[in-house]
């Protein structure tokens, strides 16, 4: 299958700082790339769906003034935490579907946040 | 609203005791549903993808399974390598996921 990378693993920032997620597919190349948050003990919640080339759409609720999502390349999107908070302290994990007819899903190791 | 339940939300078995496991959906229109495994602190990996009714894969000791409203993650033979949570998904359109709460298995030697 697909791989699809995430730096950092792991990030611990002060409340009021920025941080930035990159997701990089490895073997492919995604014009379309999903971001997902994940709380303890439930299931991911898509947040937005990072478009190469045009703005990225957000679903209701996500604050995209707070949450930047860049897609610079076919092969990278970023994903930039604003002004974090503690409530914002997540597991933030990115998709990229493969190019094929299945549209399958491949997701990245994920990016644990904490906000101090 | 597109909605995915799963169930059990957590089951626990013995080694070699085989199982399933439940994925309810409501969609407007289904246009794929998804299994991944998930392992604590990682992201999901890719297990299967059904598009019909009736529909079958098979992958070593897993099976699922689809009809027109559920979805059954069988378990034949379980080790304990199997435990993880498993998590059911809906493709809704344009390639979005909507997600179940996910099933945790804990497989016992």
């Known amino acids: 299958g697909a791989v699809v990378s995430q730096h950092p693993s792991r990030v611990i920032c002060k409340s009021g700082t920025s941080v930035k997620i990159e997701c990089r597919s490895l073997?492919?190349?995604?014009?379309?790339m999903f971001w997902y948050r994940q709380f303890p003990k439930q299931s991911l919640m898509l947040m937005a769906t990072?478009?190469?080339?045009?703005?990225?759409?957000?679903e209701q609720g996500v604050e995209k003034d707070k949450f930047l999502i860049n897609h610079a390349s076919l092969t990278l999107s970023t994903l930039t935490v604003t002004s974090a908070h503690p409530e914002d302290s997540s597991f933030y994990i990115c998709?990229?579907?493969?190019?094929?007819?299945?549209?399958?899903?491949?997701f990245g190791p994920g990016t644990r946040l904490t906000v101090l | 609203e597109d909605q995915v339940t799963q169930s059990p939300e957590a089951l626990r078995l013995q080694e070699g005791e085989s199982s399933s496991l439940n994925c309810s959906y409501t969609?407007?229109?289904?246009?794929?549903l998804f299994w991944y495994r998930q392992d604590p602190g990682k992201g999901p990996e890719f297990l299967f993808t059904?598009?019909?009714a009736g529909e079958e894969k098979e992958k070593e000791r897993l099976k699922a399974t689809l009809t027109k409203k559920e979805s059954f993650l069988h378990i034949t033979a379980p080790k304990p390598e199997d435990s993880a949570t498993y998590l059911c998904?809906?493709?809704?359109?344009?390639?979005?996921?909507?997600f179940g709460t996910g099933t945790r298995l804990l497989v016992s030697p």
């Open positions: 073997d492919f190349q995604a014009t379309t």
């Open positions: 998904a809906v493709n809704t359109g344009f390639q979005k996921l909507v």
């Open positions: 990072s478009n190469e080339g045009s703005k990225a759409t957000y």
């Open positions: 998709s990229a579907p493969d190019s094929g007819y299945t549209d399958t899903q491949y």
């Open positions: 059904l598009y019909s």
């Open positions: 969609v407007s229109g289904l246009r794929g």
